[in-house]
């Protein structure tokens, strides 16, 4: 299995409060992302990093924001946190051919009250 | 845009019968295409992929074969087992590193 963490593995929050997921990764890949998963929708991107310091919107990015400042560590951070946010979010990573794999993490369910 | 359609489920069957999940998509240029499996309170993981038209991607029994002309990567089994009880997932690279999945589809299989 790749060596993605993700923490907390679950979080339970109220609205308007700021909340930060971390991912992890001990493979030194590239790419980096940010995805949530909700019933009916599959898995959406929200954002993505190629880089340390270099990252892009996905889809879904309203309310999200990311950062990357070492190789093996992608945060997202909810400023402020809507009940519209509830979901399941997963972290995953690739190396740099078109082909390469996504690695997936466990997931963090959040739940916001 | 880009886009991958699956087959609504879940999808019920007994033990040893055969599994047929339909996936169809709508991309620019020749994508690659992937079938992922998320097991009950798991991540998701890459069950087989195939990075070109015509090409067989197969993993664990699993088949999908990369039909440019029906624009489809239908996944299949001979003999599904209660083990492969999971939701599964459509998806395809639109370039530069960027997933495009399905909605899913679950699977169900009973002894």
């Known amino acids: 299995d790749a060596g993605i963490t993700q923490s907390p593995r679950h979080k339970v929050t109220e609205t308007g409060t700021p909340v930060t997921l971390r991912c992890h990764q001990t493979?030194?890949?590239?790419?980096m992302y940010w995805y949530r998963q909700d019933p009916g929708h599959g898995l959406r991107l929200i954002h993505y990093?190629?880089?340390?310091?270099?990252?892009d919107k996905g889809e879904v990015s309203d309310g999200y924001s990311v950062s990357r400042s070492k190789t093996e560590d992608f945060l997202l951070t909810l400023e402020s946190a809507t009940s519209s946010q509830t979901s399941v979010y997963f972290c995953?990573?690739?190396?740099?051919?078109?082909?390469?794999?996504?690695?997936f993490g466990p997931g963090t369910r959040l739940t916001v009250l | 845009g880009n886009s991958v359609t699956q087959m609504e489920g879940p999808v019920t069957l007994s033990e040893e019968a055969f599994l047929t999940i339909n996936c169809t998509y709508t991309?620019?240029?020749?994508?690659?295409l992937f079938w992922y499996v998320q097991y009950p309170g798991e991540g998701l993981q890459l069950l087989l992929k195939?990075?070109?038209?015509?090409d067989k991607g197969s993993n664990k029994g699993f088949e999908a074969t990369y039909r440019k002309e029906t624009t489809s990567f239908h996944l299949e089994k001979g003999s599904v087992q209660v083990s492969d009880s999971a939701v599964y997932f459509c998806?395809?690279?639109?370039?530069?590193?960027?997933?495009?999945f399905g909605t899913g589809t679950r699977l169900l299989v009973s002894p």
């Open positions: 991309a620019t240029g020749y994508p690659s």
């Open positions: 493979e030194n890949h590239r790419y």
């Open positions: 195939a990075t070109k038209a015509d």
């Open positions: 998806a395809l690279n639109t370039g530069f590193q960027k997933l495009v």
């Open positions: 995953a990573i690739s190396g740099l051919a078109e082909t390469d794999t996504q690695y």
């Open positions: 990093s190629y880089g340390v310091k270099d990252t």
